[in-house]
């Protein structure tokens, strides 16, 4: 992880979390039902936050994770956000 400085206006410090597919899922699956809601809530955090800019990389027309005898398992892609 990153430093947050919180000192200045425009701060060039980074902030990374990491939160695994499985975690969203278990802790999103009843506020949202699709990926495209949890990925619009983040940008909208961000704007809340007062970001001007707001990048989103994410894999498209893939399946982030898979169901294998009853078990969610991660298939390894990543969604990033980044704002300033």
């Given at each position: 992880m990153g430093n947050m400085d919180i000192g200045r206006a425009k701060s060039t410090s980074h902030y990374t979390m990491t939160i695994s597919r499985t975690t969203v899922d278990k802790l999103?699956?009843?506020?949202?039902?699709?990926?495209?809601?949890?990925?619009?809530?983040?940008?909208?955090?961000s704007?809340?936050?007062?970001?001007?800019?707001?990048?989103?990389?994410?894999?498209?027309?893939?399946?982030l994770a898979t169901k294998s005898g009853g078990d969610v398992v991660d298939q390894g892609f990543e969604i990033l956000v980044e704002d300033d």
């Open positions: 999103g699956i009843k506020l949202y039902d699709k990926a495209s809601a949890v990925v619009g809530e983040l940008i909208a955090n704007y809340d936050a007062d970001a001007e800019n707001v990048t989103i990389k994410m894999p498209l027309n893939r399946w």
